[in-house]
């Protein structure tokens, strides 16, 4: 390592002092997290990334309409009616009283004082707001890219349902399960929907592009045009079989037909009793579909074990995640909570270590939803049998979180040193389904790969081999940039 690499590693050694010394002072470690540059966010689904009270504003400005549950509706309303216009909310809004119990019922604030379960709560919030999604996810996408910017975040792969309700809506009646694949459904109808995709993605992002001001000259630009933006396709999986068939089909082809759509993702609650039913013959479908995809198949990423005894019988735990990873191919999973159940947890987990089997870490969304935080919550069994973990958010619009707010918490309730927040900083890169090749060997020593091994990570002049293995390598050039942050943040210290 020559000099500089020396000197970085001096830098980091004192980022990782300040941190122990301020892990008892909430202030200074928010501080600190916030500003501590975070790779990315793996595991965020749009819609439930969004504060309820953008979702206000905008269906404010677009005359939609809310019934007391706050359901958000289209227009029109019902004038002097149950279903008011938000517009005549805001307008009404007096000291004492405006949209305080509407973002409750749109998020998880104030659950605790609720009659109904967190999980219960935490699911309601998506139908109430989904009507103030339509013609918005560009303002969704510039919201969620902002604050990932404001936080040191460089990437979000962002979970969103494009296509997916149309594709369900045409194999409901047009779709056939036991025909031969090819024959389940028409390929050309779902390669039109495909098409109608792309250019709703045109849209999302020009008006992204518009509100953060991208197109600018490079000082009125927002922050938030930095941040790079991937999508994964939703799958619904409390839908009907043939509608689950259909849409991972839809998946498989957005991935394929447009960079923006990296992978995949099978979504809605784990434990509905649809999802659980027909959770095998999900994975069926998916090994199906992705064996006529090569070149799609490493996107994909499970929702597995967000479970628990209680919550769901003894016979759905501990063989999601395996069957994830076995059958589906997956090469993340999301939560993996329930792998205290599976029949050799031990031999599960060096497995996912061997195979590099990413989990992405939801703390908050696991408080809530399944109320398993603490010594409870896997995590520090997966750090230690090597299993690469990220922390992301899952849904912080609804949680009432950010990104920061996850590093803070696994901080504080697993005592985490600066190595290994840095570690899962540069996983959510590394385990990204960007294209490409991943800089490291190791990420939590920095070991990279042979052909930049001599080079200074982050340096701003790149040559030989690392020059060669950056070139065209939208993922280990995005990683390159991250340790230039890396460094600058260390360098502080
Ligand atoms: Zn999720």
Redesign the pocket.
């Known amino acids: 390592m020559g000099l500089l690499g020396g000197k970085s590693t001096a830098w980091a050694d004192s980022a990782a002092e300040r941190l122990a010394s301020i892990k008892e002072q909430p202030l200074q470690l928010r501080q600190f997290l916030q500003q501590m540059p975070k790779g990315g966010d793996l595991?965020n689904?749009l819609s439930g990334a969004v504060y309820a009270e953008s979702y206000l504003r905008w269906a404010a400005e677009d005359g939609k309409c809310i019934d007391p549950s706050g359901v958000i509706s289209l227009p029109p309303c019902e004038p002097g009616g149950e279903v008011q216009a938000v517009r005549e909310i805001f307008a009404g809004m007096t000291p004492n009283g405006g949209i305080e119990s509407l973002v409750d019922a749109l998020s998880v604030r104030n659950y605790s004082r609720r009659e109904v379960s967190g999980h219960d709560q935490f699911f309601a919030t998506f139908e109430r707001f989904t009507a103030a999604t339509f013609g918005r996810r560009g303002d969704m996408v510039a919201e969620v890219s902002s604050r990932a910017a404001s936080q040191n975040i460089l990437y979000l792969e962002l979970?969103q349902s494009l296509g997916m309700f149309e594709v369900a809506a045409f194999a409901q009646t047009n779709g056939d399960l036991e025909a031969k694949y090819g024959q389940r459904i028409d390929h050309a109808a779902v390669d039109a929907i495909v098409a109608d995709v792309i250019l709703e993605m045109d849209r999302i992002d020009a008006r992204r592009r518009a509100i953060q001001g991208c197109d600018s000259i490079a000082a009125e630009q927002g922050d938030g045009c930095q941040v790079t933006v991937r999508y994964l396709s939703q799958v619904i999986r409390t839908l009907s079989p043939i509608q689950v068939y259909a849409q991972t089909l839809l998946a498989f082809k957005l991935v394929a037909a447009d960079d923006r759509v990296v992978g995949l993702?099978f979504?809605a609650p784990e434990d509905h009793a649809v999802a659980l039913r027909d959770y095998k013959q999900h994975m069926d479908f998916i090994a199906e579909i992705s064996s006529q995809f090569p070149a799609q198949r490493s996107g994909v990423t499970l929702?597995a074990g967000?479970l628990t005894l209680g919550l769901v019988p003894p016979e759905h735990l501990g063989w999601h995640i395996d069957a994830a990873i076995q059958v589906a191919g997956a090469k993340r999973i999301?939560?993996g909570i329930d792998i205290a159940y599976a029949l050799d947890m031990d031999a599960l987990l060096r497995n996912m270590a061997t195979q590099q089997i990413l989990v992405e870490i939801?703390l908050t969304?696991n408080d809530v939803i399944l109320e398993v935080t603490d010594e409870d919550h896997p995590l520090p069994v997966y750090l230690k049998y090597g299993v690469p973990v990220a922390l992301s958010t899952?849904?912080e619009g609804v949680s009432r979180i950010d990104l920061t707010h996850e590093y803070q918490r696994a901080v504080t309730t697993y005592d985490l040193d600066y190595e290994v927040l840095r570690g899962m900083s540069r996983n959510a890169l590394q385990y990204s389904f960007l294209p490409g090749k991943g800089l490291f060997q190791d990420t939590l020593s920095g070991q990279v790969v042979d052909a930049c091994s001599a080079a200074t990570l982050g340096a701003e002049a790149v040559s030989g081999g690392c020059a060669e293995f950056l070139v065209d390598n939208p993922k280990g050039s995005l990683q390159w940039q991250l340790e230039a942050r890396l460094a600058e943040f260390e360098s502080g210290f």
């Open positions: 595991h689904h979970m993702n979504v929702h967000e999301g939560h939801n969304s899952d849904d």
